[in-house]
């Protein structure tokens, strides 16, 4: 089975634009959640979705959003970007009721 | 809130030698789950081991193990035998029933030939 994928692998954008990260689970799962892990820090949750419903939330302002779709893939929308949103984002599944999530590879993303 | 911390930014072992990383949490809760990540320079997020906190056996998987003092909240990674691929950045984690993981800062681990 394929893993999680999570495209595009990098991208550059300029201070107030806005930006649509895109993540596959692994096939059978119905959960989604992202984080975002500034350089030399450890990864921090944003969201979970399970069943396209959102089941938590970071602390993370509302310039981040996101969305599950039937397919349980999922995209994470940043609007008005800051040169702090520049980070790796992880995008992990897992399955209903698993405690085990694996992880993309991730979208390195950097605002100049 | 539930905290992480990982004291050792940054540590060396000898190849073949074995290594103990530290990890330390803070919860209220009483059910919950600890993880040790590996993270390689490819990014890609490996789980290395896991813990659930009502299982008082400690967890191996091969070269890895844990050390799991649930009174005292510590949950140390020992990796035996190590090779120069377990270099990476290592990352303690830590899960309760809503599925949000809460990661420390991590530490490098170097591996010396």
């Known amino acids: 089975d394929a893993g999680v994928t999570q495209s595009p692998t990098h991208l550059i954008k300029t201070r107030g634009q806005h930006v649509t990260l895109r993540c596959s689970p692994i096939?059978?799962?119905?959960?989604v959640s992202w984080y975002q892990q500034v350089l030399g820090q450890g990864p921090q949750f944003i969201f979970q979705y399970y069943e396209k419903e959102e089941r938590g939330r970071g602390n993370f302002p509302d310039r981040f959003s996101a969305r599950q779709f039937p397919n349980y893939s999922s995209e994470l929308n940043v609007n008005a970007l800051l040169l702090g949103d520049s980070a790796l984002y992880l995008c992990?599944?897992?399955?209903?009721?698993?405690?085990?999530?694996?992880f993309g590879p991730g979208t390195r993303l950097t605002v100049t | 809130a539930q905290t992480v911390t990982q004291s050792q930014p940054e540590m060396s072992v000898q190849e073949a030698e074995t290594v103990t990383l530290s990890c330390t949490y803070d919860t209220s809760e009483s059910d919950y789950y600890l993880f040790w990540y590996k993270q390689p320079p490819s990014r890609q997020m490996i789980l290395v081991i896991r813990q659930e906190a009502y299982k008082q056996q400690n967890a191996t998987e091969n070269r890895f193990s844990v050390n799991f003092q649930k009174a005292a909240k510590s949950f140390s990674l020992k990796i035996s035998d190590s090779q120069l691929g377990d270099a990476a950045m290592y990352f303690c984690a830590y899960m309760n029933r809503d599925d949000k993981i809460i990661f420390g800062k991590g530490t490098r681990l170097h591996i010396l030939p």
């Open positions: 096939s059978g799962h119905k959960s």
């Open positions: 992990a599944s897992s399955r209903q009721n698993s405690y085990e999530q694996y």
